[in-house]
């Protein structure tokens, strides 16, 4: 039975690539239970979770198309097991490097358009006592939220040797039909349509005005980003690397300066590219911007496909001292959320529909290295467990989240929060660099530095990658 797609579900599909695929993953790594053979446990486990060969939906749906537009998914007879489930055999699967280069390879490549989207990767050695699995999902199945709360119900949370089954043959209840809608509904329907279209209406006339000059103070202008290395448009190939963060110290800073886990994260990634992008010889006389998901699901809400807004953000400048970065980011971060309080989530998700869309088309006819991007990094957190998952008997040590690229390039990072760890996943285009090792770093060193900032405020950042301007002294100055 097809599944109703959203606009923004078939866009993952109509602009698709060999050069972007419009995929989602994850890594994950594991530890083998205790006294297991370390040749043979992951084979074992690799050929008994194969063995699980009927999917439920959309795991067991291609998708229906009409003159190459889809239309909705369509379920399969049989699954080729070869291809969904695979087993890869490394030197050393704790070399995280290598691993994540290892990784990178694999999600440059383009999912097969013909069988259900979605395949997973066993990776091992026979002498560690660690494994990984990559799994990787098409993005028209979910947003990040969907995907995670999927992948929740395939993992235990305690040790358990019995019967497993993996999440693409985990049950799930179907949506119940729709009673018929009542012409008092429908009037009701149309008046939300009329309000949201007002909505629109002046969030793009707010838009308008901060182009005038009239209105400084709200979000972002679209296609105004600073354009930089990583940028433009995307090719093929894939940096990836990962990077733990201590939750709990984030969340401790946050309530320390007033601020939110995103915010503080937001600042360590901005100053981490800063310095990425200076090593390359880049210095910048205006801010990167972000875009920010924005989850409009209402709470409790557990609806497929994707329901969220992705919205420009400004980031910090001219500040050497991290807590100062953090401060422009705080405020610059909440005219963004302000302005989606009062605007309906349907009217916010247009908006992202509509600029999206564009920088689709500007991707489609390779015109992204001449416009300017919306933004220059991608920055999402997607929340995971609280506590310790397993499959079957072996323990899930973390899960980072690697992400698609969007329209325009940039770096495209990830966190998910497992068991108090922020497991951060970081993915760019390799075009014009060969690695994300030294960003993973640098992401680790401003965090420490943004930290200690706070009962030090001599600290300061050095060579952030930033040009600023000469201002002359006021006379009033302290200097």
């Known amino acids: ?57 959309p795991f067991s749906c291609t998708v229906k ?34 691993l994540d280069a290892f990784v990178a390879r694999l999600h440059a490549s383009r999912l097969d358009p013909d ?15 660690t494994f990984a699995i990559y799994a990787r999902v098409h993005h028209m199945y979910g947003d990040g939220t969907t995907l995670v709360r999927w992948f929740q119900s395939g993992y235990v949370s305690h040790s358990s040797e019995g019967k497993f089954t993996p999440i693409w043959a985990v049950k799930r209840l179907r949506n119940k039909k729709r009673d018929p809608v009542s012409l008092v509904k429908r009037l009701v329907g149309v008046g939300y349509a009329l309000k949201t279209v007002f909505d629109l209406f002046i969030i793009f006339l707010r838009i308008f005005m901060k182009i005038l000059r009239v209105n400084p103070h709200y ?30 110290r984030v969340k401790s800073l946050a309530r320390r300066t007033r601020s939110t886990a995103n915010e503080v994260l937001l600042c360590a990634f901005d100053i981490g590219v ?40 400004k980031l910090a400048h001219g500040e050497n001292d991290p807590y100062l970065r953090l401060r422009q980011i705080v405020v610059n971060h909440r005219i963004v959320k302000h302005a989606a309080q009062h605007a309906r989530p349907s009217a916010f998700s247009s908006y992202t ?49 690697i992400s698609t690229m969007t329209p325009g390039g940039g770096v ?55 040009h600023i301007d000469t201002v002359p002294l006021s006379i009033v100055s302290d200097h």
Request: net charge positive; glycine share 4%; with cysteine.
């Open 65 to 98: 198309t009409f003159l190459g537009y889809p239309i909705g998914f369509k379920p399969v007879k049989t699954l080729n097991m070869d291809y969904h489930v695979q087993i890869h055999r490394v030197a050393n699967v704790q070399n995280r490097e290598a």
């Open 115 to 129: 069988k259900p989207l979605w395949q997973y990767h066993f990776i091992f050695d026979e002498t560690s006592d």
């Open 353 to 401: 529909i509509a600029i999206q869309s564009l920088a689709l088309v500007f991707e489609w006819l390779r015109l992204s290295n001449v416009v300017k991007p919306i933004a220059n990094i991608l920055i999402s957190n997607v929340p995971g467990p609280k506590d310790t998952r397993y499959l079957k008997d072996a323990k899930l040590l973390a899960c980072y989240p």
């Open 219 to 248: 979000m972002p202008v679209p296609f105004t980003g600073t354009k930089t290395m990583l940028t433009g448009q995307v090719k093929a190939g894939r940096a990836v690397a990962t990077v733990d963060l201590d939750f709990k």
């Open 274 to 313: 800063h310095k990425l992008l200076k090593d390359h010889g880049q210095v910048f006389k205006k801010a990167l911007f972000t875009n920010m998901p924005i989850n409009l699901r209402k709470p409790g809400e557990k609806t497929t496909g994707n329901k969220i807004a992705i919205v420009p953000v």
């Open 412 to 466: 495209n990072i990830t966190f998910m929060t497992y068991a108090d760890t922020a497991n951060v996943g970081l993915v760019c285009c390799n075009k014009n660099i060969e690695s994300l090792q030294p960003l993973a770093l640098y992401v680790k060193e401003a965090f420490d530095m943004l930290e200690a900032s706070v009962d030090n405020p001599r600290l300061n950042i050095d060579d952030i990658g930033e």
């Open 1 to 57: 039975m097809s599944k109703t797609l959203s606009f923004l579900d078939k866009s993952f599909w109509i602009t698709e690539s060999d050069e972007n695929p419009k995929h989602v993953a994850c890594l994950q790594l594991l530890a083998l239970p205790e006294g297991a053979d370390k040749k043979s446990y992951v084979p074992n486990l690799f050929k008994e979770i194969k063995s699980y060969t009927r999917a439920t939906s």
